[in-house]
């Protein structure tokens, strides 16, 4: 069973920090493409941040490079993002997605807040 689980949520002030992880389990990790993408309130998902399998090629959204930076333990099947400088503008539930070729799979989504 294809399973991805975000933590890491939380309410923070403008301009503390947050890491992320998604656990993932039920497939062969280390071949699939990690992305983090994100849905604030009344606005459509959009992408964040993805890394390749190996790691090898990393892209980011305008809005969070500089800020963000996403990773990957192969060993710990565990994708991370570190997000530093949050601002008010990054409240948004955050899901991970693992994605190759037509497979396609995501996770519930963790919450983060940005407020004072």
């Known amino acids: 069973q294809v399973q991805l689980v975000e933590s890491g949520g939380a309410l923070v002030q403008p301009g503390g920090s947050l890491r992320l992880s998604c656990a993932a389990s039920?497939?062969?990790?280390?071949?699939?493409?990690m992305t983090w993408y994100r849905q604030a309130p009344g606005k459509e998902r959009e992408l964040v941040a993805s890394?390749?399998?190996?790691?090898?090629?990393?892209n980011y959204a305008d809005a969070v490079k500089g800020r963000f930076t996403i990773s990957r333990d192969n060993d710990k099947n565990t994708v991370f993002l570190q997000m530093n400088g949050l601002k008010v503008e990054d409240t948004a539930v955050y899901y991970c997605?693992?994605?190759?070729?037509?497979?396609?799979?995501w996770g519930q989504g963790t919450l983060v807040t940005v407020s004072e």
């Open positions: 997605n693992a994605r190759l070729m037509t497979r396609d799979y």
């Open positions: 039920g497939f062969s990790f280390d071949i699939y493409t």
């Open positions: 890394i390749t399998n190996n790691g090898g090629s990393i």
